[in-house]
């Protein structure tokens, strides 16, 4: 079975400086992991994807995550955190060939000026 | 192009009540999905549509949930009987089959349906 854990649930970051979110992922095969976004009153939004190709994966509006298998991690960054950053961010595994999605509690990002 | 559609947006119902939650998926997309997120949590898998038949219904909670989606495009969840616990957001995702691998994308989520059972 897979699991996904995110080991903060709020993060404080200023304007400006980096952001990191730390994802732990347990999957019985090679995983397809994911970040989504869910800002408030919104639909959840796709931040990019790892399907087993680069280790390296780069999403939209600066963000990106390093799969390392060792670690079973997958950790988004971001070098400069923006107002428009503030929101809910969810890590999240595939298995299977119907790609149910399991996702972690999530982090909440709150960005000060 | 038009995403994924969820109506109605809120519902709030009493105790006991029988609803209907509908999603309509972006056109063209052969694999749906619906899960639920509680207050404060990520969401949770419900099931999941390859076309017509549900092939994945696992993450119903009990016999008092079913969805259905007749023609292969629109969906619908229904929950009799609603409890207090059922009160959540209720998502619906959509994804297209890659043609050449046969393996499904993304999921393009919708907005939700906030259900409420007072």
């Known amino acids: 079975a897979q699991s996904v854990t995110q080991l903060d649930s709020h993060v404080s970051v200023s304007e400006g400086t980096p952001v990191l979110l730390r994802c732990n992922y347990s999957?019985?095969?090679?995983?397809?992991l994911f970040w989504y976004v869910q800002h408030p009153n919104k639909g959840l939004q796709l931040l990019l994807k790892?399907?087993?190709?680069?280790?390296l994966v780069k999403g939209i509006n600066g963000f990106e995550a390093e799969f390392k298998k060792s670690e079973t991690s997958f950790h988004l960054t971001k070098p400069s955190a923006h107002m428009s950053d503030a929101a809910e961010y969810f890590c999240?595994?595939?298995?299977?060939?119907?790609?149910?999605?399991?996702f972690g509690g999530g982090t909440r990002v709150l960005v000060k000026p | 192009g038009a995403g994924v559609s969820q109506t109605p947006s809120n519902k709030v119902t009493e105790k006991g009540k029988y609803v209907e939650l509908r999603c309509d998926p972006i056109?063209?997309?052969?694999?749906l999905y619906w899960y639920r997120q509680s207050l404060g949590q990520g969401p949770e898998f419900l099931i999941y549509?390859?076309?017509?038949?549900?092939?994945?219904d696992s993450g119903l909670p009990n016999d008092r949930f079913f969805a259905v989606r007749p023609e292969g495009s629109v969906s619908t969840l229904k929950i009799q009987r609603t409890e207090r616990g059922d009160s959540a957001v209720y998502l619906c995702?959509?994804?297209?089959?890659?043609?050449?691998?046969?393996?499904?994308?993304?999921?393009?989520f919708g907005p939700g349906t906030r259900l409420t059972v007072l």
């Open positions: 995702a959509s994804s297209p089959r890659n043609p050449g691998t046969g393996k499904y994308n993304e999921q393009f």
């Open positions: 999957s019985s095969y090679s995983p397809s």
């Open positions: 790892y399907t087993s190709a680069a280790t």
């Open positions: 999240v595994v595939s298995e299977g060939a119907g790609n149910k999605l399991t």
């Open positions: 056109s063209g997309h052969t694999a």
């Open positions: 549509f390859q076309g017509t038949g549900a092939a994945d």
